[in-house]
């Protein structure tokens, strides 16, 4: 399935489902990705990593592995 | 008999989620008393505040740092929320304001809802309000209050339209609850259950959807239902309801230069040059300024007091030692005004994203960024903004090497050392060394951090799940109020930490330079000038007091790395503060004020002239000097560091680790500087 981490830039995706095995999952669901919530990515830094999504009306940094957890469609 | 309790201060807390516009709530509704302290037994910082005059409430106002849920994600927010629950100073709020930018009301009522299932006593603050009704959309008070059960107020972020409003709905609720019993909250249960939170989304959804309206534009009322089904038939996925949080447009667009792949490289290292050199440039002459004030002031005082022991006190002891803490405050004000204008321009958080990846790989975090760049002011300020970061192995991590960087005490001194290396017309290599300098300090901090952070297991002894979620604010133009508050309250915040720890220090080496024999005889030579005489006694008072006499026990330790007692006796000194070294150095090597000659060069001169004791040889030699150089690069030559370093990581551990390894560090580099560029020949 695909996550938040492969998207490319513009790609408008829904979220399917936020994988709880991963420690960082909690706060992602609190500050805002919650299934059946579009989002976008709108950045990467330079390196690649952290990725910025838009999300509920803001724009949101995560880092590559902690937007694994976040599985859309 | 139940006794009445009449004048007990009410206590309002102010919560909000990060760039809730909590802090410019709370400017609007505190005076001038603010005052910032920890959090008792831990590095959270608050500010309290008597409500302003003009309100005429009388109560406590405390402010938090900003939170997303009451479930706890570091240690920090730990102690937030358990102080939030019950301050271990306030006791409990008789009343919690929550800020909830208007625009983000789903993201933000998570909050709400978690304190009101605590059974808080809350008032929601909706902030940002002008900037919604901008966009075309307007949250209904009168229906948000309705389903969250609580008062809800509008503020306008620009004007402070509505605090008058909020004070009112303030007062009438501390009224009501003196009437009712006291309220103990409920605690949060620590639920890892995420069905429940994205429930709690959920519920948030329903109510989003019934409080938003359309603002009527060019006549029209914008009706949701009917823009949902428009937008049903479009994307059947998505739902309009939506549609009223979209992302700042013009947020976006700059974000595509500010982020870009090169040129968001190429303004990241612009902005970080201009601020590193506006430490510097812009601050030294108003450090020029506050040092010739306090020269002026010990003068005067040893003239007023008359040239006595007494005199000697309050001038070299007192004025002086108060000088070397203030002439750091214009610099310390001045990064933290540029570091608060990035902050609430919302480029800081973009900064900390660029660079959070290679601090990753040497075990830091994106948010080790401000206190690194602080730490070229000063490590005590740099040292408290660490707390910033979540994680507790990368804060400490990030503690541990902010004495490696170059910090403003330094500069002097390597202003001296480079004027002796590089004299008269070759001054130009001077400056350039001294930028090569501060970069090789930089290259230090990385690869320590790098090494301790492969032994982070003995060292820092901590895991924690490594993290970077950090929203990327809208832009911006900053508010002066705010910006100028931060500011001054990070001064402030050095003076009560750096302060007395520095002025006890300086008065107790005063007293070891100056006994036992105060008032040495001197030898009956022809000194003329009067002047020159005084000079000649400061000396000698000097060689025979109780720091020369440390100084010479620990001749041995200095032998191997080229010196003698007398740097000895000015390394002691400098643990004061570092840039004591110059002025140290310049009684010891009985350096007379010649009128015509500015004192570093005076001082340059008596270098040169210096002989080791008992040898023709000289003592500063380029190798000495260059050994020197690379000595004030490690040695953690800073008792205050020390100090706040105990008080930021909870212990004696890491800074007593950071004394030895940074000076042992800095002493083996410092042989074999000097011993390796002796073999090669370089005198």
Redesign the interface.
């Given at each position: 399935m695909k996550t938040a981490s492969q998207l490319t830039y513009g790609e408008k995706v829904?979220i399917d489902e936020?994988d709880?095995q991963h420690?960082?999952?909690?706060?992602?669901?609190?500050?805002?990705f919650?299934?059946g919530?579009?989002i976008e990515l709108?950045?990467?830094?330079?390196?690649?990593?952290?990725l910025?999504f838009?999300i509920?009306?803001?724009?949101?940094?995560?880092?590559k592995n902690?937007a694994d957890c976040i599985k859309v469609s | 008999m139940t006794p009445i309790i009449l004048d007990k201060t009410s206590l309002i807390t102010l919560v909000g989620s990060p760039?809730s516009g909590k802090t410019t709530l709370f400017n609007y509704l505190s005076g001038s008393n603010i005052k910032t302290s920890n959090y008792p037994g831990a590095t959270v910082e608050y500010s309290v505040s008597k409500l302003l005059n003009k309100f005429n409430i009388t109560a406590n106002l405390l402010d938090s740092p900003g939170i997303?849920?009451l479930?706890p994600?570091s240690p920090d927010e730990r102690v937030t929320i358990k102080s939030l629950f019950k301050h271990p100073k306030f006791g409990v709020p008789d009343l919690i304001v929550v800020t909830v930018d208007s625009?983000?009301l789903?993201?933000h009522l998570?909050l709400v809802k978690q304190l009101l299932a605590c059974k808080f006593n809350v008032i929601v603050a909706l902030t940002m309000a002008d900037i919604f009704f901008k966009k075309g959309y307007k949250i209904s008070v009168e229906k948000l209050s309705k389903e969250l059960n609580c008062d809800v107020v509008n503020i306008d972020g620009r004007n402070g339209n509505g605090v008058n409003e909020l004070v009112k709905t303030i007062n009438k609720n501390l009224k009501e609850t003196h009437k009712k019993e006291k309220i103990i909250p409920v605690p949060y249960q620590n639920v890892?259950d995420?069905q429940k939170?994205?429930g709690s989304?959920?519920e948030i959804e329903l109510i989003s959807d019934k409080v938003i309206d359309g603002i009527p534009q060019n006549g029209k009322q914008i009706n949701l239902k009917e823009a949902n089904a428009q937008l049903s038939i479009l994307h059947p996925?998505?739902k309009a309801k939506?549609n009223?949080?979209?992302?700042d447009k013009r947020?976006?667009k700059i974000?595509k230069i500010l982020?870009h792949?090169f040129w968001?490289?190429a303004f990241f290292f612009l902005i970080m040059a201009i601020t590193f050199s506006s430490i510097f440039w812009l601050a030294q002459p108003i450090m020029d300024l506050v040092s010739n004030i306090f020269g002026f002031l010990a003068d005067e005082a040893l003239i007023i007091i008359g040239n006595n022991w007494f005199g000697d006190f309050i001038s070299t002891g007192l004025i002086t030692g108060i000088g070397s803490v203030m002439v750091f405050v214009p610099q310390i004000m001045i990064l933290f005004l540029i570091l608060g204008l990035l902050e609430d321009t919302g480029y800081l958080?973009r900064g900390a994203?660029?660079i959070?990846?290679?601090l990753?790989k040497i075990g830091l975090n994106?948010k080790s960024f401000v206190p690194m760049l602080s730490g070229f002011a000063c490590a005590i300020p740099a040292m408290m903004a660490a707390r910033t970061i979540p994680n507790k192995r990368e804060r400490l991590l990030t503690i541990f090497i902010i004495p490696l960087l170059s910090c403003s005490a330094r500069l002097p001194i390597f202003a001296l050392l480079l004027a002796f290396l590089f004299p008269g017309p070759k001054a130009w290599i001077g400056g350039l060394v001294m930028a090569a300098i501060y970069i090789l300090s930089i290259f230090n901090s990385v690869i320590i951090a790098a090494i301790i952070n492969k032994f982070s297991k003995s060292v820092i002894r901590e895991t924690d799940?490594s993290?970077?979620?950090?929203?990327?604010?809208?832009y911006r133009v900053p508010k002066i109020r705010v910006v100028t508050n931060n500011m001054i309250t990070s001064a402030r915040a050095y003076l009560r930490k750096a302060g007395p720890v520095i002025l006890v220090l300086s008065v107790a080496i005063w007293f070891l330079t100056s006994f036992p024999n105060y008032n040495p005889k001197l030898s009956t030579q022809n000194h003329t000038q009067q002047g020159e005489n005084q000079q000649i006694q400061n000396s000698e008072r000097l060689a025979s007091s109780y720091a020369a006499d440390m100084g010479k026990f620990i001749e041995p330790v200095m032998r191997p790395i080229g010196m003698d007692w007398r740097v000895g006796v000015s390394l002691i000194a400098a643990f004061t503060a570092r840039e004591v070294f110059v002025s140290s150095l310049a009684l010891i090597f009985k350096v007379t004020d010649q009128s015509d000659e500015t004192l570093q060069n005076s001082i340059v001169k008596a270098m040169n002239d210096a002989k080791i004791d008992g040898t023709g040889q000289k003592l500063f030699t380029p190798s000495t000097i260059i050994g020197l150089i690379a000595f004030f690069l490690f040695a953690l030559q800073c008792l205050s560091t020390v100090a706040v370093s105990r008080k930021e990581t909870g212990g004696w551990r890491i800074p007593i680790l950071q004394l030895i390894i940074f000076s042992s560090l800095a002493y083996i580099i410092t042989f074999i500087t000097v011993n390796g560029l002796r073999a090669l020949g370089l005198a």
């Open positions: 829904k936020i709880d420690p960082s999952s909690r706060r992602i669901i609190e500050i805002g919650t299934p919530q579009e709108i950045n990467k830094s330079v390196f690649n990593d952290p910025a838009s509920r009306g803001t724009i949101i940094a995560i880092r902690e | 760039n997303v849920s479930n994600n625009s983000q789903a993201r998570f890892d995420k939170l994205i989304y959920a996925d998505l939506n009223c949080y979209v992302v947020t976006l974000d982020l792949k968001g490289l958080a994203m660029l959070d990846r290679p990753s994106g799940n993290s970077f979620i950090l929203e990327l604010p809208a």
